[in-house]
């Protein structure tokens, strides 16, 4: 159930995060890295808009079912590179805040795998999706819909 639909929102109510999806989009990280972040985060928060729209951009982008269906339980597979584990560990942990300090030894791992131009792009990743997730469930914009530009 929608409760505000697309057309009841303000007139460029999102283009200020459009751009800042535009910025992502040109940052030095892969595609695929980034959409398996705003998956996994979507998982957490429960935010069935950005599941399906993420599930079918990773798809489209030729992830595998396996990994996607992994993707809850990331720590415990094979099927995760050392970088994405460190990525989806640090993506938890901004998620999952909780009025905690970011722990010293997860961004020390994230310093071994990406360097600092990078880790500001995935923190503007992990907050934008976390923005994204609030606003649809908040709207209640309905899944199942989104349609991946080819």
């Known amino acids: 159930m929608e409760r505000i639909t697309y057309n009841e929102l303000p007139k460029g109510f999102f283009d200020p995060l459009m751009e800042i999806e535009e910025n992502l989009k040109k940052s ?6 980034l959409e398996l972040i705003k998956l996994r985060i979507s998982q957490i928060n429960g935010c069935a808009y950005c599941l399906d729209m993420h599930y ?7 992830e595998s079912d396996v990994k996607l269906s992994l993707l809850p339980a990331w720590e ?20 999952k805040i909780n009025h905690r300090s970011l722990n010293t030894l997860i961004f020390d791992e994230l310093e071994k795998h990406f360097d600092k131009n990078e ?11 976390n923005t994204w997730n609030r606003l649809m469930k908040i709207f209640g914009f309905k899944a199942g819909n989104y349609e991946v530009v080819k």
């Open 119 to 129: 880790i500001s792009y995935l923190s503007l990743t992990i907050t934008q999706i």
């Open 76 to 95: 415990e597979t094979d099927f995760f590179t050392e970088k994405e584990k460190t990525a989806l560990l640090f993506a938890e942990s901004l998620t």
């Open 28 to 33: 030095p990280l892969d595609f695929k890295l």
């Open 56 to 62: 079918k951009e990773l798809k489209h982008h030729g």
